[in-house]
């Protein structure tokens, strides 16, 4: 197979200084191979890819090193030639179609745009059939109703798909997606992987495929580079380096991914990669490394050889952190029927008039976590912020301890109000900017009727529960990291001593070892408690690690219910049956 | 269809404000006064010709009738006789509203190029030399008030230091078109007031358009920049920019008020500032609704120029 | 959108602001100009209304720059007319920002009925320009400070409404304040100790450029001849009055007021922009100055 892809030292920096963005990337990919570029974010890895179309975003300077493509180096090519390559020789797929496609512009001009620019085809008539031809190649519809749609007329799945086509028109020899599938539905995913799988080996293209989810990659690419903090500290085929990973990095990566067999429990890291400007001398990973030593602080390692086509910067590669050896979940058991804490019966959930949610029933035992899972629009969001006394448009019965929950938090009696607490999404937008940490977290306290005094000492104790240190009160919420925010807003949520715990996506918007790092104190939470815990996710295979039962919910009913155990091994429904298959995972392929 | 529905409805609402306008300033300029015709004849006011004037403002009948009769002759081109001149509104100002009109059109055919250009110049060479300059002198040009921007031009260009246009206008019969460098200074006064709002929102549009994701994806396509800039920027930079030039229709409505004063111009400005200090009430409320009318009717096609170049908001109406 | 970065310690909008050239310029010189106009009667060498002799005579023996109308020494006019200005332009904006804020935050917080009602009434306000309102008013009442203060305030309120509701509404859809609803707090606590914190950045910039309008306006409102008191000082009328000998012997008597006017409005608009650029340097994790 023909090296098509070639990138030798390549260093870029932030413009006007001399700071390090990456730097020392070495890459390789061939005609039909998938190239999958792994790390999480502020690792560098857009910023690389968008070097293989000689771009770089604003601040940010294309500093050394050489990106050829098929002998061309991308990095110093003239204006003309550079517009001429892009689209044609090398093309991009954007991470969110819907700020990238142009809102003003029907998509058929969009996507017969790029022909124009390099005169496909040489005619207006070849261009058009070239269109129809590559919108069946997505399987999108060729019709010219849809081609005079708008792009927000799309739905995110078909938006993507466009982005696809605009991608592969030209046939280029290179194409970068960049976390293409972001935000698109488990089932909308799969079909997309499909395609994309399906076109590069077609058109023999070389793919760079960008991600931080492991399980994405594990299914679609050759060969996996993993970077970390602008470095690319392994390589290798993707079997082989998910089967023994030889970079701890690696390892600590896939101790942390979502695990559906339960044959490890999900494990985080603390900390986080230095940004550029602040990486020490060594290794960048030692501060965080169980298996750090000297050796390791005093130079960054060199790549090493490690395997046939494989390389990893570490002076002990291969060895295994004692964190990321695998440690079964334990097996979920049945509750007791008896000493239930939160029960629905005959739920139903409007939104604006419509029904959105029907007929929900399920109980929740103390010391429990029920998982929701479901794909947006299910209801399951809904459904949790109802319970919450944040939406109030539901009827049916819902109960606390047997006494009856009110439809809005306000009816509810304050004690009932502090014994359900919320834990958000968006760490971003959960806590007050304009408060400290401490004083958030002491607010349902000081609802509850504490003096200052005792809130006090309340609020340094939820903080070390949520291993965050006691200074952390007098700090903003602009000085933690996303991660950190999520612990306080969890520590917002106990301060109350709540019987029950709702957690709203609480990871999706985190990098995969702090998401995985929240799970895992959320667990443990709950043991030390005994608290009870609703989980809602989009993420099957997460609950796994955190979930006694689960309740899977489409349109807005409830699917299955059962033990996390017996949903995932031996689901009953059909629906359960098709987001398990859909789910990429790590070590098993979907068709 | 949605769309003339939307459009059907924008008008209306435009109708509803005027309206409401329409009472509050007759209410406030006829009907709230306790003694309008003392007011405006002043204290040394005889008893007779206070009474005289208030039949024939026709102030002893019910407030409703009153504001009726007098909406109906507005609305009829009858809007009523002005006390000092008195003569016929129409007569008095006729002339005025016209010259106006043509103040306000020229002033607005430059600042709206003229903004543009400085907005896209500024946004392409971003943070350097140029554009700092500038956006300072605009800051200093958008907070001064027109009164000093206009004095000072007329120190400049009009006085013995550098006598080349002239300090005020004597315009008269023959019309604006007859006098064009006596136009200069005033046009000058509210094109300077305007530009600094239209040229910053045109730049901060295009910047922002520019650093948008799907200009990028045209760039990563291999579009060349003139079609970077034609087909995917300047379509979806015109929204705010409708906005912010209706606002600065609008604002030329009040500002023509001192400008016209301070160059002696014959428009409605300064009939407006002459009939308040007479109390002339007949002219105060034709003149208002007319410089409401001409605010309300430029915000209600921007909002309708905005939905119509924006394909989201239009196919939503759908 | 995955968050695993630190972003810096954001300071707060007054101390960022202050950091920057111009804001302290700014200041520098409306400190300069409030003092002018507060306390320079204090340092006027003759009364507001006593008459040296003939009027409009640059070179009078005694006074600096001359004689304006009616003969007052000009230097003691611009002593005196800065303050009823500034007082008026400053109360009605105070007037306006409280008023204005209120009428904002309910809007957005209570949304549907009473946000398309209050916007409504807003929107009536805004139909008529500022001036001509004010000008209406005075018309049938006289130009009595309270009453400009009051006309100028009140037709600031939409304005500035309109900016409050449109930062408010952005911050009412995030999760603290869902999570403030779910504790049961009241909703006027909600709304102040919640949202306003959130939106003072917006308020501060729009606080500045009223004020700096309010000056406009009231100035050209004496500018155009229309005070309480035609005798006192005052600088709008003082430009009117002595704009016809300005190009004769005594320009002071404009040239003062106007340079005095044109400083003050362009100080008010630099801290305005500083502000503002504070506020978007924090939001964007840089400040530049």
């Known amino acids: 197979m023909s090296r098509v892809v070639s990138i030798q030292g390549l260093r870029i920096e932030v413009a006007g200084r001399d700071v390090d963005i990456v730097d020392e990337i070495n890459l390789e990919i061939s005609a039909g191979e998938i190239l999958g570029l792994v790390g999480e974010s502020g690792s560098g890895k857009t910023t690389v890819g968008l070097s293989l179309l000689g771009h770089a975003r604003r601040g940010v300077k294309l500093a050394l090193g050489e990106v050829r493509i098929n002998e061309t180096n991308m990095l110093t090519l003239p204006e003309r030639d550079l517009r001429e390559a892009r689209g044609k020789m090398v093309s991009y797929v954007p991470q969110d179609p819907s700020v990238a496609l142009n809102p003003a512009l029907r998509i058929g001009k969009q996507i017969i745009e790029v022909l124009e620019f390099h005169d496909f085809g040489g005619s207006s008539a070849a261009r058009q059939a070239r269109v129809r031809e590559v919108m069946e190649e997505v399987r999108l519809p060729s019709t010219r109703e849809f081609l005079r749609r708008y792009p927000h007329q799309l739905s995110g799945g078909q938006q993507q798909r466009v982005g696809l086509a605009m991608a592969f028109a030209n046939r280029p020899a290179v194409i970068v997606l960049d976390e293409p599938t972001t935000g698109l539905d488990v089932s909308t995913q799969a079909h997309v992987l499909a395609t994309i799988r399906r076109l590069a080996s077609e058109h023999g293209v070389a793919a760079l495929y960008v991600t931080h989810d492991l399980a994405v990659v594990a299914n679609l690419a050759h060969r996996i580079a993993v970077m970390y903090a602008g470095r690319v500290v392994e390589e290798g085929p993707t079997a082989e380096v998910f089967a023994n990973p030889a970079h701890p990095y690696t390892r600590y990566l896939m101790a942390a991914a979502p695990d559906m067999t339960g044959d490890h429990q999900m494990v985080g890291l603390g900390g986080r990669a230095p940004a550029p400007g602040r990486r020490p001398i060594g290794c960048f990973f030692a501060e965080r490394c169980e298996l750090a030593s000297d050796i390791c602080r005093e130079s960054f390692p060199k790549p090493v050889s490690v395997g046939v086509g494989r390389v990893a910067r570490c002076v002990t590669p291969m060895a295994i952190p004692d964190r990321t050896r695998a440690v079964p979940v334990a097996a979920s058991s049945k509750p007791r029927e008896s000493d239930t804490v939160l029960r629905l019966q005959g739920v139903v959930v409007s939104y604006t008039g419509k029904q959105v949610v029907h007929d929900i029933e399920f109980g929740l035992q103390p010391g429990e976590c029920l998982a929701l899972v479901g794909e947006s629009g299910s209801g399951k969001t809904t459904l949790s912020r109802s319970i919450g006394g944040l939406h109030h448009e539901w009827t049916g019965v819902m109960t606390l301890d047997g006494q009856s929950l009110s439809r809005s938090s306000r009816d509810r009696t304050m004690k009932q109000r502090l014994a359900i607490q919320y834990v958000f999404q968006n760490p971003y937008g959960s806590l007050n900017p304009r408060r400290t940490v401490g004083a958030s977290i002491a607010r349902p306290l000081m609802i509850a009727g504490a003096d200052e005094k005792t809130a006090d000492l309340k609020v340094g104790e939820m903080l070390e529960k949520v291993s965050l240190t006691a200074d952390y009160a007098a700090r903003y919420p602009d000085q933690l990291s996303g991660g950190e925010r999520q612990r306080a807003a969890i520590a917002r949520g106990l301060a109350a001593s709540p019987r029950v715990l709702i957690c709203d996506e609480v990871t999706s918007a985190l990098d995969v070892l702090v998401q995985a790092a929240i799970v895992e104190l959320l667990a443990e939470l709950r043991g030390d408690l005994g608290l009870a815990m609703l989980f809602v996710t989009h993420n099957l295979p997460l609950v796994r690690s955190i979930a006694d039962r689960v309740a899977v919910m489409a349109e807005g009913r409830i699917e299955e219910l059962g033990t996390a155990t017996e949903v995932i091994e031996t689901p009953k429904q059909e629906y359960t049956r098709r987001l398990l298959s859909d789910t990429p995972q790590i070590g098993r392929s979907t068709a | ?318 | 959108m995955t968050i695993g970065q630190v972003v810096p310690a954001a300071p707060s909008i007054v101390k960022a602001a202050w950091r920057m050239w111009r804001t302290r310029i700014g200041a520098l010189i409306v400190l300069v100009l409030v003092a002018f106009a507060l306390f320079g009667r204090f340092l006027a060498p003759f009364g507001e209304n006593e008459s040296l002799g003939l009027p409009n005579k640059a070179n009078i023996e005694g006074s600096w720059l001359g004689t304006g109308k009616l003969g007052y020494d000009v230097w003691t006019r611009f002593l005196y007319g800065g303050r009823p200005i500034l007082v008026q332009a400053v109360l009605s904006t105070v007037l306006a920002l409280s008023l204005g804020t209120l009428v904002g935050l309910v809007a957005a917080y209570n949304r549907r009925r009473l946000d398309d009602f209050l916007m409504r009434a807003m929107d009536v306000i805004l139909a008529l320009p500022q001036i001509i309102l004010v000008l209406v008013v005075i018309a049938m009442f006289g130009a009595k400070a309270w009453l400009v203060v009051l006309a100028v305030g009140l037709s600031t309120v939409p304005r500035i409404a309109r900016v409050v509701r449109g930062a408010a509404v952005a911050v009412v859809e995030r999760d603290f304040v869902a999570s403030a609803e779910a504790l049961g707090e009241s909703r006027p606590r909600i709304l102040v100790s919640e949202i306003l914190p959130n939106v003072i950045a917006p308020l501060l910039v729009e606080a500045n450029l009223r004020l700096t309008y309010a000056v406009g306006i009231i100035g050209g409102i004496g500018f155009l001849g229309f005070t309480s008191d035609p005798g006192a000082a005052n600088w709008g009328l003082m430009i009117n009055e002595h704009r016809g000998v300005l190009a004769a012997e005594q320009p002071w008597g404009t040239m003062l007021p106007v340079t005095a006017i044109a400083l003050l409005t362009i100080a008010t608009g630099l801290i305005a922009d500083g502000v503002s650029r504070a506020a978007a340097g924090i939001d964007r994790g840089t400040a530049q100055a």
Request: glycine residues 8%.
């Open chain 2, 1 to 318: 269809m949605g769309v003339w529905k939307f459009v059907g409805r924008r008008i209306l609402l435009g109708l509803v404000t005027l309206w409401v306008v329409s009472v509050v300033v007759f209410a406030a300029t006829q009907l709230l006064p306790s003694d309008p015709a003392r007011a405006i004849l002043g204290r040394d006011a005889t008893e007779a010709s206070i009474k005289a004037l208030q039949e024939k403002l026709g102030l002893d009948r019910p407030p409703v009738e009153q504001y009726t009769s007098w909406l109906a002759g507005l609305l009829t081109g009858d809007p009523g006789e002005s006390f000092n001149a008195r003569v016929p509104i129409g007569e008095y100002i006729g002339d005025r509203v016209y010259n106006s009109m043509f103040l306000l059109v020229l002033a607005s055919v430059f600042s709206i190029p003229l903004s543009l250009i400085i907005g896209a110049y500024t946004a392409r060479k971003r943070d350097r030399a140029f554009d700092n300059i500038t956006s300072n002198i605009m800051l200093a040009l958008a907070s001064l008030p027109e009164f000093v921007v206009g004095l000072f031009l007329v120190l400049l260009f009009a006085t013995r230091y550098w006598k080349i246009l002239p300090a005020v206008t004597a315009i008269g019969a023959g019309g604006p078109w007859e006098h064009l460098d006596q136009m200069i200074l005033p046009t000058a006064t509210l094109v300077l007031g305007a530009v600094p709002y239209i040229a910053r929102t045109a730049r901060a549009s295009i910047i922002e358009v520019n650093e948008s994701d799907y200009v990028e994806m045209a760039r990563l396509k291999g579009a060349p920049e003139k079609t970077v800039l034609w087909r995917h920027a300047v379509p979806n930079a015109l929204g705010p920019v409708f906005q912010v030039i209706a606002l600065n229709i609008a604002y030329f409505a009040g500002g023509v008020i001192v400008v016209e004063f301070l160059f002696n111009y014959p428009g409605i400005g300064g009939a407006l500032a002459a009939s308040v200090r007479v109390r002339d009430t007949p002219v105060i409320q034709f003149l208002a609704m007319v410089l409401a009318g001409v605010y309300v009717l430029t915000n209600m096609l921007a909002d309708l120029a905005t939905v119509f170049v924006t394909p989201r908001l239009r196919t939503r109406l759908k």
